[in-house]
Structures are given as structure tokens and as C-alpha cells.
């Protein structure tokens, strides 16, 4: 993976296939995200926060659902 600074580069999505909503991204970075009115988590605005929290948003994940990329497309994780 690669080395993650304070600047923001990734670009975040939820899979909504995976999410069950246990929001605990919500957690770590409320401003990103929010509960949709299924119960899954959408991405309200990626850039409330830098990427080393975007990344630990998406480790709190237990199912994985937040993908991070590079600003390539490449997937950072998971
Ligand atoms: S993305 Fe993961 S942590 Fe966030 S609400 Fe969905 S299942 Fe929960």
C-alpha cells in the first residue's frame, strides 16, 4: 500500500452490496459520512477530512464496504 501523507488524494466509495450499516465509519468520520434512508452508508462530502482518516474510517469497517482509491483509480483498500 502506499504511503499515505496528509494530503488528500483518495477517492472513497461505499459498496453498498457489503454494507449493513453498523456505521462505524460514521464514527470515526461523521462528516463523510451518513446513514442513507436504506440504512447504508453514503458518502456525504470525502473531502471533511484528510486521507490518513479516510483510511481509518475504512479499516473500522468490519465487511470492508469502503473502497479507497488513488487518484489513478487504484484501489488503496482493501
Ligand atoms: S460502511 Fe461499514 S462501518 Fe460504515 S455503515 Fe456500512 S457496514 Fe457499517
Given at each position: 500500500m502506499r504511503v499515505?501523507?496528509?494530503?488528500?488524494?483518495m477517492k472513497v466509495r461505499v459498496d453498498r452490496e457489503?454494507?449493513?450499516g453498523m456505521a462505524y465509519c460514521i464514527?470515526?468520520?461523521p462528516d463523510v459520512f451518513k446513514l442513507?434512508?436504506?440504512?447504508?452508508?453514503v458518502v456525504l462530502d470525502a473531502s471533511a477530512v484528510d486521507d490518513e482518516?479516510?483510511?481509518?474510517a475504512a479499516k473500522?469497517?468490519?465487511?470492508?464496504?469502503?473502497v479507497l482509491e488513488d487518484d489513478?483509480?487504484?484501489q488503496v483498500y482493501p
Open positions: 499515505l501523507t496528509g494530503e488528500r488524494m457489503q454494507c449493513t464514527g470515526v468520520a442513507d434512508e436504506e440504512g447504508k452508508a482518516t479516510l483510511l481509518e473500522s469497517c468490519p465487511l470492508d464496504a469502503i489513478e483509480g487504484n
